[in-house]
């Protein structure tokens, strides 16, 4: 879940659950993403955002996080790679074609961030 820094009642939260695993998928359940949703009323109405992002089948996420600096960019880590959206949402574009587990912006800067997947640890300097 995001709380946008730029305004408290704009929220996005990624759906599904990523570390939903083990004991559960062994009875055949997962939680699968179907996109992001987003709020601008504080969470009294949502709107699906998927545009660019993967099919709803099969995909699990793990992280979405605002840059610190330009609330319209998001990242988001998921089973399939790194997604990137620089208007809120609205449409999203792959970044990074490897599994992601976690990624984060370094406080106080925009452009700097990190991420992580199995087995492996990187950043990136453009956002």
Known sequence: ???SH??????????????????ITNFG??????????????G????????GLPPDTGWTGYTIVQSNTNANVLLVATKE????TQDGGSNW?????????????RPGSGTTCYAAGYGWC??????
Do not use: C
């Open 81 to 84: 790679g790194i997604y990137r």
């Open 6 to 23: 730029d305004n408290n009642n704009t929220l996005y939260v990624l759906t599904g659950d990523g570390d939903g695993g083990g004991f």
């Open 44 to 51: 009294n109405n949502w709107v699906l955002q998927k545009n």
């Open 1 to 3: 879940i995001v709380v």
């Open 93 to 105: 574009s792959k970044v990074l074609d490897s599994i992601t587990t976690d990624i984060k912006f």
């Open 122 to 127: 990187n950043f990136s300097t453009d956002g």
């Open 29 to 42: 359940y997962r939680s699968y993403s179907t996109g992001i949703m987003k709020s601008v009323d504080g």
